[in-house]
């Protein structure tokens, strides 16, 4: 089994979710006589966020990139981002870093594909609904993107900074992100929306989300755990 390195920190919260189901569904497959090496470089992750907010994309590469590197150096095979958002840099990174970097958009891409949905929504803080990165394979591949309005994406990433990131969980929120997908159904026709942040699974899933849920964790995983037990 090769060894797993995540760069985690982005936040806390996701991280311990990669941790713990890597764990618990290698040990699954492989009938309990399995785990996983598993190293993990985590970020402070209020520089990390302040290169994203200011625009510093040259220092977040840098910063991403020493974890990266140590993650190989200490002899990771399978290694990835913990988080959409970093994916702002991923092609830098993917440029520079002599491995690859198994990516959260190229895998969620393939599983909306792998559906047949052609109009789907995405979710995620400010920067992963604004610009490109999460968009970029979905739309090559023929898929029509969208986000919520203004003032809901607004609301969006303001419920994951001050309150997912902590573990925060209401149901106040939930009910609030119903609302915005099933105003994206009504408006644009989508037939599946993206958990477009590792915070997002927290608290919506396929049991009470209104359209199809892509939850971009839970498929990033499964990528890992296969190329891990490969």
């Known amino acids: 089994m090769k060894k797993i390195g995540l760069v985690g920190g982005t936040g806390p919260e996701s991280t311990l979710m990669y941790y713990k189901i ?7 497959i492989t009938g309990g006589q399995a785990m996983p090496d598993i190293a993990i470089e985590s970020v402070n992750f209020t520089r990390a966020w302040n290169y994203v907010t ?18 190989d150096k200490g002899g990771s095979e399978v290694i990835s981002l913990t988080a959409v958002t970093m994916h702002v840099v991923y092609d830098e990174l993917a440029a520079r870093f002599n491995k690859p970097i198994v990516s959260i958009p190229k895998a969620v891409c393939e599983e909306v594909q792998a559906k047949g949905i052609k109009r789907i929504g995405l979710l ?6 604004e610009k490109d990165y999460m968009k970029k394979d979905l739309r090559e591949a ?8 203004e003032e809901d994406r607004k609301l969006v990433a303001k419920r994951i900074f001050e309150e997912l990131e902590k573990g925060i969980v209401k149901e106040s929120t ?24 590792t915070e ?14 892509f939850d971009a964790v839970e498929i990033h995983i499964r990528r890992l755990i296969d190329l891990s037990v490969k």
């Open 54 to 71: 200011e625009g510093k994309f040259d220092l977040l590469a840098d910063y991403l990139y020493e974890k990266l590197d140590c993650l």
């Open 142 to 149: 023929g898929i029509e993107v969208f986000v919520p309005s």
């Open 124 to 129: 995620g803080t400010i920067f992963t609904m």
């Open 200 to 213: 997002l699974p927290l608290i919506l899933n396929q049991d009470n989300c209104p359209v199809a849920c």
């Open 174 to 197: 939930l009910k609030e992100l119903q609302d915005v997908i099933n105003r994206m159904k009504e408006e644009n026709g989508i037939e599946g929306v993206i958990l477009g942040c």
């Open 22 to 28: 890597l764990n618990a569904e290698i040990d699954r």
